[in-house]
């Protein structure tokens, strides 16, 4: 049973272009959770998502980012007209349904954006 | 709102002794408490989790924690450390109607040989 797959596991963009990261689930597993990892910080929660639905998108920045978690295929965190701020280490994790709050997620290796 | 805190940047101990890794908790509720570690430019690894009964959880790894509900903590331990513990560590509560995790800010953890 392969992990959660993160692609790419390093992605270098442009001020001003996009960048598109992709979240490949456990088998079985129809929750995902995007977190951004700022250099010297923790993990911050940015969005919740179930196959098509956006569940809670709290921690995601109003502009620029997307989300979106189609009924095939990875998921996927879309950022427009990248700047340096978005520098980060991407992960997703991902989870079954119906589990409760005691429940770990499985966490992939996440990709790490630089911008230049 | 729940959150963790890990009053501890980093925590450095000679290989061998025991180690302790430092968390504190403020939950509303029954709290469910994990710790996650993770290697250098990798994802998180789960280690253990409370979420009832014996306040001595035994995790992977060799890894254990006590909750202790007086003092609000969560403090991960090994009796004996390794060289390839040396990680950042982190503790971290479900949080949210979307049980995501709210994270600590992690702990570096350095064991010397």
């Known amino acids: 049973n392969a992990g959660v797959m993160q692609n790419p596991r390093h992605l270098v963009r442009r001020r001003g272009q996009e960048a598109r990261l992709r979240c490949s689930p456990m088998?079985?597993?129809?929750?995902v959770y995007w977190y951004r990892q700022l250099p010297e910080e923790g993990l911050k929660f940015m969005v919740y998502?179930?196959?098509?639905?956006?569940?809670?998108e709290s921690g995601m920045p109003k502009e620029r980012f997307s989300a979106e978690f189609p009924k095939e295929g990875p998921s996927i965190l879309r950022i427009q007209q990248v700047v340096r701020g978005d520098s980060a280490a991407y992960f997703c994790?991902?989870?079954?349904?119906?589990?409760?709050?005691?429940?770990?997620?499985?966490f992939g290796q996440g990709t790490r954006l630089t911008v230049v | 709102a729940q959150s963790v805190a890990q009053p501890e940047d980093q925590v450095n101990v000679a290989e061998g002794n025991p180690l302790t890794v430092k968390c504190t908790y403020s939950?509303?509720?029954?709290?469910?408490l994990f710790w996650y570690v993770q290697y250098p430019n990798r994802g998180l690894q789960f280690l253990l989790k409370?979420?009832?009964?014996?306040?001595l959880v035994k995790g992977s790894y060799g890894f254990e924690a006590e909750f202790n509900k007086s003092q609000t903590s969560f403090h991960l331990k090994k009796p004996s450390a390794l060289v390839s513990d040396s990680a950042l560590y982190f503790c971290?509560?479900?949080?949210?109607?979307?049980?995501?995790?709210?994270f600590g800010s992690g702990t570096q953890l350095t064991v010397l040989p």
């Open positions: 994790a991902t989870a079954k349904p119906g589990q409760g709050r005691g429940t770990e997620a499985f």
């Open positions: 088998k079985g597993h129809s929750h």
């Open positions: 998502l179930q196959k098509e639905n956006i569940i809670d």
């Open positions: 939950v509303s509720g029954n709290p469910y």
């Open positions: 409370y979420i009832t009964g014996d306040n």
């Open positions: 971290a509560v479900p949080s949210g109607s979307a049980r995501q995790l709210t």
